[in-house]
């Protein structure tokens, strides 16, 4: 072994050579490959490809990748053979936004190949900075197979699986009313909406009872869609409208008569407690609509315009339609008040615009039939931490419709349908080959349409939603339809690790689509991370102007300083706190470890027990098995808050602070051959544990200092520690005792001023305190630490 660690002290710099020395290896040799003839049992990582949106990069989700490593670390050091793949997702919405604002250009208004290559180059500039930045983390995945979500590879297994969904019926068209977004110009699923709390005004309108001429007043959130309104509901029990059933109301302006129906979404407390039922303000509305069996009527078109039906305030955007029908309203004396209001609001997730409502064609996966499955299948699910199962079982318990998969956009996946000319019927290629189709632009794979045998087809032009893509990342990475032998080996995989906010989405439509395929689970345990929040708690978001880049931190105190914060800062599925400061406290500690490294390395080395150990050698020990244990209950959780706190206290406030003090004096001293071994043994051994079971964290300066102390071979090839078979446990009662006593020793040596010099006395100088009887067996450890006379 090397002499003496000549590296002062700790330093990002030596990082790099690190990642240089774990880039350069060869692929037989890398430390961190996955093998499907190993021994050991597989452990497959469905690793979430993160999306290159553009910097910075959320700290939070630098921390997340961080943490996912640390889970890969931990599995290969608990003895499987770890698949842990590495993709970029590279489909969808965010992409098209991005790249019109970085070109100023119009997806819609220019050639949609073109805008397709703006895209690609677009996104390929955002991919090579992420990757740069995955590896400056260190993480241990596989960078030299990294996939692509937008490669033709991945796109055919998405266009082929829909097609064997197609085949078995469970896929279908239907027009329906449909959640849309006007922005984004797209049908959206419930999963992509959000509801938030805006302020909007709720206008009470004078109706008038055809019946009777009685003034009846309706309070609606969206009069812009008075045009629209097919009936109005009252709830059957409310007393003040019993008289009213089966009456008609003059819708005002428009002129035109509609039912009063009792119905129990109608709710006394809200306005008037009349409801007007248009076409359509909300899901309610839909849901009506459908109970009622009442005709539709097409208020707002795509693009988020009133449509004809609206008369004489057709062609207008909604709001400019609203204004001028309350104003309308207003010079009629039939508005009656307005008031302003909290209104719980569907937003669309991605662009925060309000969604609409409005009947459209899609095409529908279904789920619905599969939710009791689904419920079964999720109860054996394994999540880390538990409490984050429930916000599954909400979501499948909320969900009502078939999933809408369409989507009128460009960047994404091709749905793999050619229409018939002649009858219109739909033609699928054969779902067998592995092959990627784009029908708007080119021929189809077969001659004839298989109802009527023409010839001619127009290509369907939509794509699917982005989900779709991202639900098979199980069968991509364990090679379905490709390589069986790798698929039969690694599928189902074992662990998914995502974000708390998209269980509703990429875990919820991973689930169904996999079990849809393969009949099974992908995975058996979910590890789910809370959000990193900025030092007051407060979500990070551009707008507020507190979001974090972590690059700069991460070059300033390195990755491990980063990964020891992000490790030690929230327990598992809680939100986190993110702040310079409290990384930089990490780098504090990991400048402590290296010093005791570099002090540990100026000795022999022993790594063999020389026999009896002196006691205080074995109550450190005993202490050491009690890190281990603690380590490892937060290793099998997969919850690195736990080991990484415990091995901060252990190493700097006990080992360090105490023990190395005690026994220095034998360290030093060669004389007293038996208790210089025991010293020398016993350090190793804390220091050689205390970086194994730190490895999983902070693999920079684990590697450095265990290839430079103990052996050639990475320390990444190595297994979690087990307990000492010594057990020594029993000496841990006197911790207490060690450490109260000796900062006694220290506070009165700093309390007493010498005689010679004036000052307090230094830690060296001699005093007189006895040890106390309890402590009689580290008697001379104590009085040689603090020259005691
Ligand atoms: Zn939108
Ligand atoms: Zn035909």
């Known amino acids: 072994m090397e002499s003496k660690i000549e590296v002062k002290s700790w330093n990002p710099a030596l990082e790099k050579e690190i990642l240089r020395k774990w880039e350069s290896t060869a692929e037989e040799e890398d430390i961190y490959k996955f093998s499907i003839i190993s021994q050991k049992p597989a452990f497959v990582i469905d690793t979430p490809p993160p999306y290159p949106s553009g910097r910075p990069w959320h700290i939070g989700a630098a921390a997340h990748y961080a943490q996912i490593d640390m889970l890969a670390r931990t599995a290969r050091m608990l003895g499987y053979n770890v698949m842990f793949p590495i993709g970029i997702d590279r489909n969808g919405l965010p992409v098209e936004i991005y790249t019109e604002k970085k070109y100023k250009v119009r997806m819609r208004k220019m050639d949609r190949e073109k805008f397709l290559d703006l895209c690609r180059t677009a996104l390929d500039d955002l991919e090579s900075e992420m990757i740069l930045i995955m590896k400056s983390i260190g993480l241990s995945c596989n960078f030299k197979g990294y996939y692509r979500t937008d490669s033709d590879e991945f796109r055919s297994l998405t266009q082929s699986t829909f097609i064997d969904l197609w085949k078995r019926g469970l896929v279908y068209l239907a027009t329906r009313p449909n959640n849309y977004c006007p922005d984004c110009g797209t049908t959206i699923a419930d999963a992509e909406i959000i509801y938030e709390d805006i302020p909007t005004k709720l206008v009470y309108m004078n109706f008038k009872v055809k019946e009777t001429s009685d003034k009846l007043i309706i309070a609606s959130t969206r009069p812009e869609l008075l045009f629209a309104c097919q009936s109005v509901i009252v709830n059957p029990e409310d007393e003040r409208y019993i008289k009213l059933h089966g009456k008609h109301v003059?819708?005002?302006?428009?002129?035109?008569?509609?039912?009063?129906?009792?119905?129990?979404?109608?709710?006394?407390?809200?306005?008037?407690?009349?409801?007007?039922?248009?076409?359509?303000?909300?899901?309610?509305?839909?849901?009506?609509?459908?109970?009622?069996?009442?005709?539709?009527?097409?208020?707002?078109?795509?693009?988020?315009?009133?449509?004809?039906a609206a008369g004489p305030y057709s062609n207008l955007r909604l709001n400019q339609a609203r204004t001028k029908i309350i104003e309308n309203l207003n010079r009629h004396g039939l508005l009656e008040k307005e008031e302003d209001i909290m209104h719980r609001t569907p937003l669309c997730e991605r662009s925060k615009t309000p969604i609409e409502i409005i009947p459209l064609q899609d095409y529908y996966v279904k789920q619905l039939e599969y939710i009791p499955q689904l419920k079964e299948l999720a109860e054996k699910i394994k999540f880390y931490p538990q409490m984050h199962k429930q916000i599954l079982f909400n979501w499948l318990d909320s969900i009502s419709i078939d999933w809408p998969v369409s989507r009128r956009r460009f960047y994404g996946t091709e749905i793999p349908i050619w229409y018939c000319n002649n009858c219109q019927t739909p033609n699928l290629?054969?779902?067998?080959?592995?092959?990627?189709?784009?029908?708007?632009?080119?021929?189809?794979?077969?001659?004839?349409?298989?109802?009527?045998?023409?010839?001619?087809?127009?290509?369907?032009?939509?794509?699917?939603?982005?989900?779709?893509?991202?639900?098979?990342?199980?069968?991509?990475?364990?090679k379905y339809k490709k390589d069986h032998k790798f698929y039969s080996y690694s599928y189902p995989t074992k662990i998914r690790p995502q974000a708390k906010d998209i269980i509703r989405t990429w875990l919820y439509y991973t689930m169904l689509r996999c079990f849809q395929i393969t009949g099974q689970l992908a995975w058996s345990n979910a590890w789910?991370?809370?959000?990193?929040?900025?030092?007051?708690?407060?979500?990070?978001?551009?707008?507020?102007?507190?979001?974090?880049?972590?690059?700069?931190?991460?070059?300033?105190?390195?990755?491990?300083?980063?990964?020891?914060?992000?490790?030690?800062?929230?327990?598992?599925?809680?939100?986190?706190r993110c702040s310079e400061h409290r990384i930089a406290s990490s780098k504090n500690f990991l400048s402590k470890l290296w010093?005791?490294?570099?002090?540990?390395?100026?000795?022999?080395?022993?790594?063999?027990?020389?026999?009896?150990?002196?006691?205080?050698?074995?109550?450190?020990?005993?202490e050491l098995s009690k890190l281990i244990e603690e380590c490892k209950k937060g290793y099998d959780d997969f919850n690195f808050f736990i080991p990484s706190n415990a091995i901060r206290e252990f190493t700097w406030n006990l080992f360090a602070a105490h023990y190395i003090e005690m026994v220095k004096g034998r360290a030093y001293n060669k004389e007293d051959e038996f208790g210089h071994k025991s010293a020398i043994f016993t350090l190793h051994k804390c220091m050689s544990t205390i970086l194994l079971l730190l490895a999983p964290i902070c693999p920079f300066i684990t590697e450095e200092l265990w290839t430079k102390i103990y052996s050639v071979k990475s320390i990444h090839l190595q297994?979690?520690?087990?307990?000492?078979?010594e057990n020594y446990l029993e000496l841990s009662k006197h911790t207490g005792s060690i450490t109260e006593f000796n900062s006694m020793v220290w506070n009165k040596k700093k309390e007493t001023i010498s005689k010679e010099t004036g000052k307090p006395l230094s830690l060296k100088d001699p005093i007189e305190i006895a040890v106390p009887a309890e402590l009689e067996q580290f008697k001379k450890d104590l009085q040689a630490m603090h020259n005691l006379k």
């Not at 990193?532 to 707008?543: H, L, P, T, Y």
């Not at 390195?558 to 490790?567: I, L, M, P």
């Not at 297994?719 to 078979?725: C, M, V």
Request: glycine share 8%.
């Open 250 to 308: 003059e819708i005002p302006i428009f002129n035109r008569d509609v039912e009063i129906i009792p119905h129990h979404l109608a709710k006394p407390e809200f306005g008037s407690g009349v409801v007007m039922v248009c076409s359509y303000g909300d899901q309610n509305d839909v849901q009506i609509f459908r109970e009622l069996g009442l005709k539709e009527i097409v208020a707002i078109n795509e693009n988020g315009i009133t449509t004809a």
């Open 429 to 478: 290629p054969e779902g067998t080959v592995y092959k990627y189709y784009r029908p708007w632009k080119e021929k189809p794979p077969f001659e004839k349409c298989i109802k009527c045998g023409s010839n001619e087809f127009t290509g369907e032009d939509r794509i699917f939603d982005t989900w779709m893509d991202s639900s098979i990342t199980p069968l991509f990475i364990t």
């Open 528 to 576: 789910i991370m809370g959000y990193g929040v900025d030092e007051k708690g407060e979500k990070m978001s551009k707008s507020k102007g507190n979001v974090i880049d972590p690059f700069p931190i991460i070059h300033q105190y390195g990755a491990d300083a980063f990964r020891f914060w992000s490790a030690s800062e929230g327990n598992l599925g809680h939100d986190f």
């Open 595 to 622: 010093n005791i490294g570099r002090f540990l390395s100026s000795f022999d080395i022993l790594l063999e027990s020389p026999g009896q150990l002196f006691a205080t050698d074995k109550w450190i020990i005993a």
């Open 719 to 725: 297994q979690i520690p087990q307990l000492p078979q």
